[in-house]
């Protein structure tokens, strides 16, 4: 029979980094597991074979061994048996938890994450109402959050005072101990969490009284927040640190505060931008008018010219809101509403057709005269 190739059958060119190799192999080992072939021969056959490339080429001495003489014939381990599942079992550990929905629990990475490493605390959110008036110029807000803090009595450690845990015996603080499995493949060695301590790596045998063994308690806690002025609905202020506490002298996670702005009777905001609505009659309109408008900082006024039309829009440069952590402000912006009076009396009717007949401004409508006053109410409507 014709030799194999094992950098073709791992689908490599010979001269292939250690990485390139690992990856291949993860790769067709994940494809080509029975576990998700169950009754394929052929793939059954093909992990076989991926397995048996992988076991040469992940070995340097055997690697240079194949390299020179192009053989797999190692005293035996080569092309018989399944290519390194006999003879003490076939180790995962330097393939991370690839194969962990197979054979239940995860592999080894280098022995995996210290199990009394320091660990950040969780983040907490918070949400804040706010008037109009206190986003647009800033506030600060005391509010009450409960979260988890280290252990006052214990400091952390989880044991009663005058007290400290004691190393797990059977994964000797690791947290993690390891499980051979025989499977129709051979055997395999993967790592899962110490069924003893959890997965701490220690055993606490007298635990604290405040926080049973947990170090960690809960307390109220209240924190002064400070609202830069501008704010706006869907903004987020970051608290760093005040969130829940960390683990083995981790560091704290953090506070996100939530705003919400409540909406104001008058004025409607747009970004920086703020609008409302100023409201004159005709004859103001017809003639001007001087207006008091309220802005944000108080009333100003501002001159309304002749022959102003409804619906025009006038800018109040620099009323707007304050830009968040920036320069300068936005603007504010009036729209003018003309109000057509309703039920006049004849002696306002007179008035008005004497201006349209003052005016020369006549027309015939289904052979009557259409009044100033009709025109207004088309003009308007």
């Not at 807000?141 to 400290?164: L, N, V």
């Not at 987020?236 to 960390?246: K, N, Q, S, T, Y």
């Not at 944000?296 to 010219?305: M, R, S, T, W």
Request: proline letters at 4%; a positive charge.
């Amino acid at each position: 029979m014709a030799k194999k190739d094992f950098y073709e059958v791992l689908g490599l060119q010979k001269g292939a980094s250690e990485d390139e190799i690992k990856k291949a192999f993860r790769k067709l080992a994940i494809k080509y597991h029975p576990d998700k072939n169950k009754g394929n021969k052929e793939a059954e056959e093909k992990f076989k074979e991926i397995n048996e490339a992988y076991q040469v080429l992940s070995d340097p001495q055997k690697r240079a061994q194949y390299d020179q003489f192009g053989t797999a014939d190692f005293n035996g381990a080569g092309a018989g048996g399944y290519g390194g599942f006999d003879g003490g079992g076939f180790d995962f550990s330097d393939l991370g938890d690839i194969f962990g929905s197979f054979f239940g629990g995860g592999f080894s990475q280098g022995g995996g994450r210290r199990p009394n490493a320091p660990q950040r605390g969780n983040d907490m959110e918070y949400s804040i109402n706010l008037t109009f008036e206190e986003a647009v110029f800033g506030v600060d807000k005391e509010i009450s959050i409960t979260r988890s803090e280290t252990c006052d009595t214990c400091h952390g450690s989880g044991a009663k005072p005058g007290t400290s845990p004691k190393t797990c015996d059977k994964c000797h603080g690791s947290g993690r101990i390891r499980v051979q499995r025989n499977t129709p493949l051979g055997s395999f060695v993967s790592e899962t969490t110490c069924d003893k301590c959890g997965g701490k790596g220690t055993i606490i045998s007298d635990p604290c009284h405040t926080c049973h063994g947990s170090g960690v308690q809960r307390k109220k806690r209240k924190i002064t927040v400070k609202i830069p002025a501008g704010v706006d609905t869907g903004n987020v202020i970051p608290l760093r640190g005040h969130g829940e506490h960390g683990k083995n002298g981790g560091p704290a996670g953090d506070l996100y505060i939530n705003i919400r702005v409540m909406p104001h009777k008058t004025f409607k905001r747009q970004n920086f931008d703020i609008f409302i609505d100023s409201h004159i009659s005709f004859v103001e309109a017809t003639l001007g008018i001087e207006l008091k408008v309220p802005t944000i900082d108080g009333d100003v006024k501002y001159a309304v010219p002749a022959g102003t039309q409804p619906g025009t829009r006038f800018r109040l440069k620099g009323k707007g809101v304050p830009r968040v952590n920036g320069s300068g402000r936005g603007d504010q912006y009036v729209r003018v509403i003309v109000d057509i009076p309703k039920g006049l009396n004849e002696k306002q009717k007179e008035a008005l057709e004497m201006f349209e007949e003052a005016s020369g401004g006549k027309s015939e409508t289904s052979g009557k005269k259409s009044s100033f006053y009709d025109k207004l109410k088309h003009g308007f409507k």
